[in-house]
C-alpha cells in the first residue's frame, strides 16, 4: 500500500459521513491491485489560449474546477479513482494569482469533501488571496465538508438552486478485523515500542484511551473548521456552532437562510457578478459546456502546467488544461 493511501485511510475526514465508506472501500481495492466498476471518469471540457481571452488587460476571469474527493496529493490512479489534488489545485490557483491578465477567480466546486490534510492551509491561502484580486465560489452542485470550507474563504460564495452545502464536521473511522481474521485463521502480532504506538490498530478492538485521542483529535480539526468558516463568512464560532447545519448538508435555500451562501444562482450569472466586481461589460454572456472553442475564449479555464513560467506561462496558460467531470454519484 502507498504511503498516501496508507495515511488517507487512517487519518481523519472533513467528508460527507455516507462517503467515507466507499471512498475507504474504493482505496482498499486501489491499494490491493484491484479495479473499480464505478470508476468515475474525466472527459476534456476545454482548453483556451491566454492570447485569445477577451477582453485583454486585467479583465479576464480563472475558472478553476474542483470536482471530486480531496486529498493532499495524488497520482493519476488517484484521479481515475475521484480523487482531486489540493496540490494541484493551489498551483492553478497561484499561476492565476499571479498573473496580471486575470482580473477575478471563480471556483468552480463540485465535491463532497475528503481527506482534512491541507484544506486548513489551502483555505487561508484563498482568504488572503481576497486582498488581492476579488474571488468567487459556486457550489455546482456540492461544496461539502472540507469542499466548503475552501469555498467559505472566497470573497462571496453561491450554491446552484438544486446544489448543496454544509456538513461541517469531522469524521474518523476504525475497523476493529480481529474477529474476521481469526474465523480466517490468521493472527497477528504487534511488537511495538512506545505506549501508544499500536494503539489504533485495526487487529483488536479500540480501547477507551484510543478512542479518547481519536476523539480529541476530531474534536480539534472541528474547532479549526467552524473558526475558520465564522472568520470567513464573517460571523461567530457561536453562531456556526449553533446554526450553518450543525453537521448536515443543506439544501440551497436553507443555507441562504443560514448565511452560509452569498446567494442561489447558476454558473453563468455568478460569472456576470464577478464580470461586474472587476469592472467588465454587465452585458457579457458567459458560453455555454457546449459553446465552442472561439465562443468561450475570454474564459480562462485553469488547471495550468505550475512548470511554466513568464512569456510561456502567458502564451499557453491553459494549452493543456481539462475541467474534469466527476459522476459524484458513483462515489
Not at 120 to 136: G, H, N, Q, T
Not at 215 to 229: G, I, K, L, W
Request: hydrophobic share 40%; with cysteine.
Amino acid at each position: 500500500m502507498q504511503p498516501s493511501i496508507a495515511e488517507l485511510i487512517a487519518g481523519p475526514w472533513a467528508i460527507v459521513p455516507n462517503r467515507l465508506q466507499f471512498v475507504r472501500a474504493a482505496l482498499e481495492a486501489s491499494a490491493a491491485g484491484h479495479g473499480l466498476d464505478s470508476t468515475p471518469h474525466a472527459r476534456i471540457y476545454g482548453a483556451i489560449s491566454a492570447r485569445n481571452c477577451r477582453p485583454t488587460g486585467n479583465g479576464a476571469i480563472a475558472v478553476l474546477p474542483l470536482y471530486g474527493v480531496l486529498a493532499q496529493r495524488t497520482d493519476a490512479r488517484g484521479e481515475a479513482l475521484g480523487f482531486v489534488s489540493l496540490w494541484r489545485f493551489t498551483q492553478a490557483f497561484r499561476a492565476a494569482l499571479a498573473d496580471d491578465s486575470v482580473g477575478g477567480i471563480l471556483l468552480d466546486i463540485d465535491s463532497p469533501g475528503g481527506s482534512v490534510y491541507g484544506v486548513a492551509e489551502v483555505a487561508e491561502e484563498i482568504c488572503r488571496a481576497r486582498e488581492r484580486k476579488p474571488i468567487f465560489a459556486i457550489a455546482n452542485s456540492l461544496a461539502a465538508a472540507g469542499a466548503y470550507w475552501l469555498a467559505s474563504a472566497a470573497s462571496e460564495v453561491y450554491v446552484t438552486s438544486g446544489g448543496e452545502v454544509g456538513s461541517i464536521g469531522i469524521v474518523a473511522a476504525h475497523q476493529n478485523l480481529s474477529r474476521s481474521l481469526e474465523r480466517a485463521g490468521i493472527s497477528t502480532t504487534l511488537i511495538k515500542a512506545g505506549n501508544y504506538k499500536t494503539e489504533s490498530s485495526p487487529f483488536a478492538p479500540l480501547n477507551a484511551d484510543a478512542r479518547q485521542h481519536i476523539q480529541s483529535r476530531v474534536n480539534e480539526y472541528h474547532r479549526m473548521f467552524v473558526d475558520a468558516v465564522a472568520k470567513h463568512r464573517g460571523v461567530t464560532a457561536s453562531m456556526v456552532h449553533q446554526g450553518y447545519g450543525q453537521g448536515r448538508v443543506l439544501d440551497a435555500q436553507t443555507a441562504k437562510h443560514e448565511g452560509m451562501v452569498d446567494g442561489v444562482t447558476t454558473l453563468d450569472e455568478v460569472v456576470r457578478r464577478l464580470a461586474q466586481r472587476i469592472g467588465r461589460d454587465k452585458t457579457i454572456r458567459v458560453p455555454s459546456r457546449a459553446a465552442t472553442l472561439q465562443e468561450r475564449a475570454w474564459v480562462i479555464s485553469a488547471l495550468s502546467r505550475p512548470s511554466l513560467t513568464g512569456e510561456s506561462r502567458k502564451a499557453t496558460y491553459d494549452a493543456t488544461a481539462r475541467h474534469r467531470e466527476i459522476d459524484l454519484l458513483a462515489l
